[in-house]
């Protein structure tokens, strides 16, 4: 059973700030909490190499107590945490776990766009690799409050969703981005770009763009019949709509600026380099400066019905 929500930990702000994210979450989804601290050598019986691995033990496991502390400050002291070490590389790690995860969590560094893009990072391989949809945080990055409880006039800041035209995952992003307005109680905001400005022909075979399909009240039309039946299954999330001549990745970063979470799809299955697949997805995840949460292109279809049943129970009751 997919009950679990796991997060990788390495002691780093990112990494606080993903754990009391990926906290909050897993309290809210009635499920537990898997810290998962990678890439520590196991201990050695001989020699300096010996000592080398008992000081990176204890500190993988003083890092794990103290995330242990940090996810029960974020999301009370009920909520079920399960720590693990491991010696496998942080990527692997996390993606095994992820099989039978509802999410991922990662930090990231946000340490500029392409150069991440170019020599890799831990979010980017799990975002590839993983069967679950996988939530980046940046950081610094506090858990906003229940809109409920902002104590001010001001709407609370949206979830933003980007649509892109692609089929086989329409239907999985929208189904975690409007469980996730309905967890946070605030409307969702979809972003379609219908058609691309004039780009190099050398890149046109790499970069992904929204469909060419005419005029924009067409590409409105278009999103509004595969937004209908999701706001009839979530009648209490305010839906609004933006239809651009834009890349997608600008026409999301955008509107995502008063936002405080961003869903994108994936197609990338890691067959091809990251750089060159999923490019608006990951553009977003680049640059964003608000948790993102990748859809990849298979989703577990019992990972939404799982989130869809907890959102309508709670709502319900």
């Not at 190499?49 to 496991?61: L, N, T, V």
């Not at 469909?211 to 595969?226: F, H, N, V």
């Not at 709509?241 to 299955?269: C, E, N």
Request: include cysteine.
């Amino acid at each position: 059973m997919n009950n679990y929500v796991v997060v990788g930990v390495d002691g780093s702000a990112s990494s606080r700030s993903a754990v009391r994210w990926a906290a909050s979450y897993a309290a809210s989804q009635a499920t537990s909490l898997v810290l998962v601290h990678a890439g520590v050598s196991p201990e050695l019986s001989t020699g300096d190499d010996a000592g080398r691995g008992r000081a990176s033990s204890a500190r993988a496991r003083s890092t794990l107590a103290t995330s242990r502390v940090i996810a029960h400050a974020a999301a009370g002291a009920s909520l079920p945490v399960e720590t693990v070490l491991t010696p496998a590389p942080p990527d692997e790690a996390l993606t095994d776990w992820g099989k039978n995860a509802c999410m991922i969590v990662v930090g990231s560094r946000r340490r500029g766009g392409f150069a991440r893009a170019v020599l890799g990072s831990v979010s980017n391989v799990v975002a590839t690799h993983a069967l679950c949809p996988v939530a980046v945080v940046p950081a610094p990055h506090p858990v906003r409050p229940p809109s409920s409880d902002t104590g001010t006039d001001a709407p609370p800041a949206p979830v933003v969703v980007g649509i892109d035209f692609s089929s086989d995952t329409d239907d999985s992003v929208l189904a975690v981005a409007f469980a996730q307005a309905a967890r946070l109680g605030v409307g969702l905001h979809a972003v379609h770009a219908y058609t691309p400005p004039d780009s190099s022909p050398a890149l046109s075979g790499y970069i992904q763009f929204g469909p060419q399909r005419g005029p924009s009240a067409s590409a409105q039309r278009w999103l509004d019949s595969i937004l209908a039946p999701w706001s009839h299954k979530y009648p209490a999330v305010e839906i609004t709509t933006a239809v651009v001549d834009d890349y997608p990745s600008h026409a999301i970063l955008a509107d995502a600026t008063h936002a405080q979470l961003i869903v994108v799809g994936s197609r990338s299955r890691g067959a091809i380099s990251p750089l060159f697949t999923g490019s608006a997805s990951r553009a977003v995840l680049h640059h964003a400066a608000i948790p993102t949460i990748i859809v990849p292109s298979i989703t577990r279809p019992t990972d939404i019905a799982t989130e869809q049943q907890s959102t309508d129970q709670r709502s319900s009751g």
